[in-house]
């Protein structure tokens, strides 16, 4: 989840004039990298060898 802090930092770093599409785009960038770290970070994760498995099952 994202926080206001993290948010405010982000927005900081952001050019002066930007579309409103950018933001957007890249507030669901920085929410799925903080899922992505929350998942890490608890185990949620699976190896190298079941990656490879998944992915051939999509080519089948």
Do not use: H
Not at 4 to 9: E, F, G, S, V
Not at 20 to 25: K, P, R, S
Not at 28 to 57: A, D, P, Y
């Amino acid at each position: 989840m994202l926080t206001k802090t993290i948010l405010k930092k982000q927005i900081e770093k952001f050019p002066e004039e930007f579309s409103l599409d950018e933001l957007i785009e890249y507030l669901i960038l920085m929410e799925k990298i903080e899922t992505g770290n929350s998942q890490s970070e608890k185990g949620e994760v699976i190896s190298e060898v079941e990656m490879e498995n998944e992915i051939e099952k999509w080519f089948e």
